[in-house]
RNA sequence: CGAGGUGUAGCGCAGUUGGUAGCGCGCCUGUUUUGGGAACAGGAUGUCGCAGGUUCAAGUCCUGUCACCUCGACCA
């Protein structure tokens, strides 16, 4: 009726134009704002409070795996820069530039860094010098930033917050060991907090990063069947170690490279959780990341003892949940739309009628679904209702990407997979780079990964005909 | 960076042949309301993106410029 209607109005509907509905959904949820500064975004309470609780629970993966956190200057030397040739040669393109420093014209530039391997590759290498020196475990939470062309609010943007870890290493086996170590840690952090399925695998030579020897990859798929890269990590050998002369003296007191490895998580993922689980209504949070997890919502509040109970219910509800009460003078409709809108995974209605039966009304966000609990008993009844919601979410992802995933063995066939059906399709590939880029001149499918979960689907590459290589899951990709 | 679109109140928009700046929602005050975006009464809010130009007169016409959005290109 007109309440649907107005919805409409306010959150374009997702099937009929999904990257209008992503801006709406940002929009109106009050996750981030435009700022006057082309391309960067204001993250407003709401988007912080989710990424603070990213940070929270990826740090604390990071020390339970061993690191340490240290905060490097915001701007590197052009000099600097430069030392790794790849690397400078990826970044170069997308570097802001300080030129000067109040009136006067500096005598070396400062990048604003892009990516802080420089500053911690110089730090190393005055740092370390004895193999009792390693590993070298550290990370950082600060800003970036690259000047993109086309910019959008958490997907893409001028500055972006995120986590840069880099690491130094006796050998190239430990080294790659913490690689894969800490693509685990993300595709865990994913699935537990973020309820995102995640494909792991690696990059290609043409997508890896800048400098890197290998790149890992975390790809998730988006409601569109779209994917996002949502965390990477690096091995970069002794490539610049030896750029930087990170050197130590081993046990027999020979000179040795340090091996070195980085890998990174950014807001971005605040995106991937919009674009995997948000629907016409909103925001849809899991419950393990969600700021509120339980809205309480009092009905007919201004009559006697109603909000009295629903304060008592806040109050023992949050020895167990993170929970909050919404006792403004707004209608109870408006309230229910505005938590769905803003992605609270539970609701609880708490009105005269529910006090004389010693009951609430529990909605949950994912589902729409209606059920009345005892008061008795909530704080278990909630707790476990939440993680029900968690692992539907879940569910639900896993089911959509394990369905949208295709099979090509014919080249005919799979141009006409990437070009209609939304989703990924696995292929087998020769190794070449002239298959890769034709493939993606002619369907804009890039290679996401080369999944660690390999299988021969056919003895030649679907490009050229070669004995194939690889099996290399293709994509459309944010 | 290319093509297209949009800039007018917090948000969404209207503004005719150039002639006093408007509407809806929101906001503020009060009263009544409250189980899916309440009703009534009263009230506040504008460098019309910015800079030039034409004109007696510009939101409107001209030139330039900036920003944002969409689709491409580019991109760890």
Redesign the pocket.
């Known amino acids: 009726?007109?309440?649907e209607k107005?919805?409409v109005?306010?959150i374009t509907s997702r099937s009929e134009?999904?990257?209008?509905w992503?801006?709406d959904v940002v929009r109106?949820a009050e996750l981030a704002a435009?700022s006057?500064?082309?391309?960067?975004m204001i993250v407003r309470p709401l988007g912080t409070a989710i990424w603070e609780n990213c940070q929270k629970d990826l740090d604390r993966r990071f020390k339970e795996t061993g690191h340490v956190n240290v905060l490097m200057p915001m701007f590197i030397p052009e000099g600097l820069l430069q030392k790794e040739k790849d690397h400078v040669e990826?970044?170069a393109?997308?570097v802001a530039w300080v030129t000067h420093g109040g009136e006067e014209k500096l005598q070396e530039r400062l990048c604003v860094r892009?990516?802080s391997e420089t500053l911690f590759c110089d730090h190393y290498a005055q740092i370390i010098q004895s193999w009792r020196d390693l590993p070298k475990l550290y990370n950082q939470w600060v800003s970036?930033v690259?000047w993109?062309?086309?910019?959008?609010?958490f997907l893409?943007t001028t500055e972006?917050f995120?986590q840069e870890g880099h690491t130094a290493h006796a050998t190239a086996e430990e080294a790659i060991e913490e690689t894969h170590r800490m693509l685990n840690v993300y595709a865990d952090f994913l699935e537990e907090t973020l309820a995102i399925p995640v494909i792991k695998g690696q990059?290609t030579d043409k997508?890896?990063?800048?400098g890197a020897e290998e790149?890992y990859t975390v790809e998730a798929m988006m409601h569109d069947g779209k994917a996002l890269?949502s965390g990477?990590s690096h091995f970069f050998g002794d490539g610049f170690a030896r750029a930087f002369n990170i050197q130590y003296s081993d046990k027999n007191n020979e000179l040795q490279y340090v091996w070195q490895t980085s890998w990174?998580m950014?807001t971005?993922i605040i995106g991937a959780m919009i674009m995997v689980h948000s629907d016409d209504?909103g925001l849809v949070l899991p419950p393990h990341v969600a700021p509120t997890q339980v809205m309480i919502v009092p009905?007919?509040?201004?009559?006697e003892g109603v909000l009295d109970k629903a304060n008592e219910l806040k109050d023992a509800l949050k020895e167990v949940v993170r929970v909050d009460i919404d006792d403004s003078?707004?209608?109870?409709?408006?309230?229910?739309?505005?938590h769905?809108?803003r992605g609270v995974p539970l609701?609880l209605?708490?009105?005269?009628?529910?006090?004389k039966n010693n009951q609430?009304?529990a909605?949950r966000r994912d589902t729409?679904e209606?059920t009345i609990l005892s008061i008795d008993d909530l704080t278990e009844t909630i707790p476990a209702l939440l993680e029900t919601i968690q692992q539907s979410l879940y569910d639900a992802a896993a089911a959509r990407l394990s369905e949208r995933i295709y099979d090509a063995t014919e080249w005919a066939e799979f141009t006409q997979l990437i070009a209609e059906k939304p989703g990924f399709v696995r292929a087998m590939w020769c190794g070449d780079l002239a298959c890769e880029e034709q493939i993606?001149d002619e369907t804009?499918a890039?290679s996401r990964c080369l999944p660690f979960e390999q299988e021969q689907l056919s003895d030649t590459c679907i490009c050229c005909g070669k004995p194939a290589k690889h099996m290399v899951i293709w994509g459309k990709?944010y």
């Open positions: 009726m007109s309440k107005k919805l109005e306010s134009n999904f990257s209008q992503y801006t109106n435009y006057s500064v082309r391309g960067c990826g970044f393109p997308e892009p990516t970036v690259r993109e062309k086309t910019t959008r609010p893409r972006f995120w990059k997508e890896k990063f800048a790149t890269q990477t990174g950014s971005r209504s009905i007919a509040q201004h009559k003078d707004r209608m109870p409709g408006w309230k229910f739309s505005e769905e809108m609701r209605e708490i009105g005269p009628r529910d006090i609430v009304v909605v729409g209606k993606k804009s890039t990709a």
